[in-house]
T-cell receptor, first 106, second 114 residues
């Protein structure tokens, strides 16, 4: 069956470091991947979309890569701040990963 | 202005009751969705409507019945509520049909079945 997986349930990093979150997919070839941010008690908020013909996409301190050979997308937050603490979800075709809860410590 | 709104925000009810959750979007989008997020925070698609037409119906008990009176509204009615229905229900909308466009989520409805 088609699966989209985020292997790390939680990630703790120090302020100023780069956070890297991983999303893997199996048994299908999505044309795009999306990344969302979800804060406690709120709905997910769209951050970035990367298409299969794009290797990398950037938005301010955020960077997403898409490797169709590895069937993987990496989501990077550079110069992380405590305000970046949230759960980050990858998604495609209305299927969401379980999310990675990022905590950035001051 | 709220883009996607849901009512109620909280819903506590007894097992066996029937309840409805309402969703409205003012973005002019063609497609609306219902998702269920369980206690493990896993977000799962339930239904998708495009221009009032049901286009996706995942494996959901038929106690759940979505209704779209117009393109801007998608309501969810749940009959004979069970303990396992306790979850957060999110409504979302997008311009495209497959979720390939950005999805805008509502604030969620927290349902607790006792």
């Amino acid at each position: 069956s088609q699966k989209i997986e985020q292997n790390s349930e939680a990630l703790n990093i120090q302020e100023g470091k780069t956070a890297t979150l991983t999303c893997n997919y199996t048994n299908y070839s999505p044309a795009y991947l999306q990344w969302y941010r979800q804060d406690p008690g709120r709905g997910p908020v769209f951050l970035l979309l990367i298409r299969e013909n794009e290797k990398e996409k950037r938005k301010e301190r955020l960077k997403v890569t898409f490797d169709t050979t590895l069937k993987q997308s990496l989501f990077h937050i550079t110069a992380s701040q405590p305000a970046d603490s949230a759960t980050y979800l990858c998604a495609t075709l209305m299927r969401f990963g379980a999310g990675t809860r990022l905590t950035v410590k001051p | 202005d709220t883009a996607v709104s849901q009512t109620p925000k909280y819903l506590v009810t007894q097992m066996g009751n029937d309840k409805s959750i309402k969703c409205e979007q003012n973005l002019g989008h063609d497609t609306m969705y219902w998702y269920k997020q369980d206690s493990k925070k896993f977000l799962k698609i339930m239904f998708s409507y495009n221009n009032k037409e049901l286009i996706i119906n995942e494996t959901v008990p038929n106690r759940f019945s979505p209704k779209s009176p117009d393109k801007a509204h998608l309501n969810l009615h749940i009959n004979s509520l069970e303990l396992g229905d306790s979850a957060v229900y999110f409504c979302a909308s997008s311009q495209g049909r497959q979720g390939g466009e950005t999805q805008y989520f509502g604030p969620g409805t927290r349902l607790l079945v006792l």
